[in-house]
């Protein structure tokens, strides 16, 4: 590898250039700071088909997006003031759109690192006379914000159709809310096959135990990036469901799926804090912002008939975890564990540390609907029962400090939750639960705690009239 510069130096972020080879079904992804060696990021479909002549234009224009959003764990590397599009310069709506998805995905790098994100991703809010461009937020399913006279606006029309044939691609992430949307589309009979993008081991198994048509996409990040970060590049959070978003619209497309149904519920909209005045979102690529924007895009540069929408959008993640407990094939499969996250083996503690605050709000969401042996069956262990667990309770429960930075549900989900089991015999006396009735209780206003309000499902979604029947079910 030859010799790199510090990115952090570099005062360009080049865009070089995309392209897909049909033989080895590889995209490949460039992108330099400055003159430094060219970086280049492998996405292989395997076993794709020949691209139908008439999905051309469109697979093109998704590589394309792909390519600049993809280009966010590079760019983030040095973070550069400014950026140049080599290959296919972006046209305003696209500018735009890039423009919020570096600002606000990279929102909790920026927190951590004292960045002012605005000031440096400014360049693509301006048009080639050095304009500002104005952009239109529509939004296809429910109410239509109102457009302010700050509000960036461009005209949008609809891409052609492609007529792809119905079907879903499920991303699976080993968890248990992808699980519940595999289910949901079981008990309608919709043709579907559970993707992911990645080599883990532990997703893999998750999947195969869905009985779906399985498909793997293999992602390889430019090696320089490595080199980078041991030189002392800018690291931090990346919106990596928005780049196998990304990803997953040009498999849609080469495989012939007409939908890709994420499960992300209405939690995933909630900032972890506010910070100089903007909110930062851990999961703002899971949020129901950047689902409307990409479902904008998708409709009107890419294909108007490829539907991108979360199943579990109406639903919280106490309602998620509600519909994962009805069914228990999964019990010794699943994991949500970010430390531990390695093939599954003979015992819990090989899916899950314990420790961490996604093992936590699982173990705290599934307690009030799992009976209590099932729960200690999964997880090896009581994690309500050990005291010195209770700063990662407290964090969730937003008590004493800020939702950790994690894909855990809202406070309000957890104080529900904990509030419940402090009225069941079976969980009272364990250490965390008593701590919360005796200490924390008394500063909060009960009313607010109860299940019920939470279950409810909500009416902000984009699903589509033929999963419509899931929004009825219980």
Known sequence: MSSLNDPRKAQVFRFVGADYDAASVTASLRYAFDNDAVMTERIVFPDAPALPPEREAAFASALRLLHLIA??????????????????????????????????????????NHFDLAGRLATLLQSPDGQPLRRRVRRSNFHEPATGPDEPYVETQLAPSMSLPRRTLLPIGGGKDSLVSVEMCKSINEPAAAVWVGDSALIAACAARTGLPLLNIKR???????????????NGHVPVTAINSAILLCAAILYGYDAIAFSNERSASSATLEYDGQEVNHQWSKGVEFEHQLREYTK????????????????????????????????????????????????????WCGECPKCHFVFLALAPFVSKPRLLKIFGRNLLDDAALAPGFDALLEYRDHKPFECVGEGRESRAALHALAQRAEWRED????????????????????????????????????????????
């Open 71 to 112: 280009g966010v764990s590079y760019y983030k590397a040095g973070v550069p003031p400014a950026m140049r599009f080599e290959s296919d310069p972006p046209d305003v709506a696209t500018s735009a759109f890039l423009h919020e998805i570096y600002l606000h995905g990279l929102g909790e790098f920026a927190y951590h």
């Open 300 to 351: 009107s540069h890419i294909a108007a008939d490829l539907d991108y929408f979360s199943l579990l959008r109406p639903w919280s993640e106490l309602a998620v975890a509600r519909a994962f407990a009805r069914a228990t094939q999964y019990d010794d499969a699943f994991s949500s564990c970010n430390r531990n996250f390695r093939i599954l083996g003979a015992r819990p503690a090989d899916r």
């Open 431 to 474: 250490a965390l639960v008593a701590r919360y009735a005796n200490e924390i209780v008394p500063q909060l206003d009960t009313r607010e705690l109860t299940l019920e309000s939470l279950l409810a499902p909500a009416a902000e979604h984009f699903i589509p009239e033929r999963f419509e029947k899931l929004l009825r079910a219980d």
């Open 220 to 234: 390889t990040l430019a090696p320089e990036l490595f080199e980078y970060n041991r030189i002392g590049a800018w």
